[in-house]
């Protein structure tokens, strides 16, 4: 009887345990907030903060971010970013010195153990959004027209995208020329203007570091008569 009892209690362990069952966590399920365009101002850092977002799933499973794609000029902080959703990723982006303006396409990508990769496309711009504080100073110029010949100017920031030119072409230092700049495409336009001296100017061009170099017409130069001109200016 005794044999009995204990074949029965060990037949009702085994089968209990043949009952348990093995729990799993589900996937997670998680949304990235993402841009289509990010803007990286030039010779400068961009905090970049991702958030992820908890769906459903997994509330304790990792999500790890990086960016791929990006120009060499372009560098992050950490490569990589793991959160647990929902967090956010703090990326920080910078610029190596004199990094070209343009517009790149990179990823973002991300990966959960249980979901694996995924990815968002999206455009870094790397732009400058006050140019004219970097153009702003004292030039050495060289006219090259009817005749060659140098002199000094001297520019000054007029909101982010424009300067103020004075003594442009040597014509005068009570001349003062309006410059507008496109920070994005590095490029100066001369809108038909009087700069003094009865002297009417127009012309484009473009801007370099240190350096602008403009094609412009001037009317009624102080020697007479008109002039067009290639000058290029440098700091």
Do not use: W
Request: net charge neutral.
């Amino acid at each position: 009887m005794r044999k009995f009892i204990l074949f029965s209690f060990i037949t009702l362990a085994l089968f209990a345990g043949s009952c348990r069952k093995t729990t799993t966590n589900p996937p997670i399920d998680y949304l990235v907030d993402t841009s289509t365009n990010v803007y990286l101002n030039q010779d400068d850092s961009l905090h970049l903060p991702l958030e992820v977002r908890f769906l459903a799933g997994n509330s304790t499973e990792p999500v790890t971010l990086t960016i791929e794609g990006l120009p060499s000029t372009v560098k992050m902080v950490q490569d990589s970013i793991t959160v647990i959703p929902t967090g956010v990723a703090n990326f920080i982006l910078y610029t190596t010195p004199g990094a070209p303006l343009g517009y790149y396409p990179v990823r973002l990508v991300s990966y959960s153990p249980s979901t694996g990769y995924r990815t968002y496309d999206f455009t870094l711009g790397v732009v400058n959004y006050n140019c004219s504080f970097y153009l702003a100073g004292n030039y050495n110029c060289l006219n090259k027209g009817r005749t060659t010949y140098s002199y000094t100017g001297t520019a000054t920031a007029n909101g982010d995208t424009a300067i103020n030119m004075v003594n442009l072409g040597g014509y005068g230092l009570n001349t003062n020329t309006h410059i507008t700049l496109n920070c994005n495409t590095d490029s100066v336009t001369i809108r038909k203007q009087v700069i003094g001296n009865g002297v009417t100017v127009s012309g484009q061009g473009h801007f370099e570091a240190n350096k602008m170099v403009i094609r412009y017409i001037a009317l009624n130069i102080p020697t007479g008569g008109n002039d067009t001109v290639v000058v290029t200016m440098t700091k």
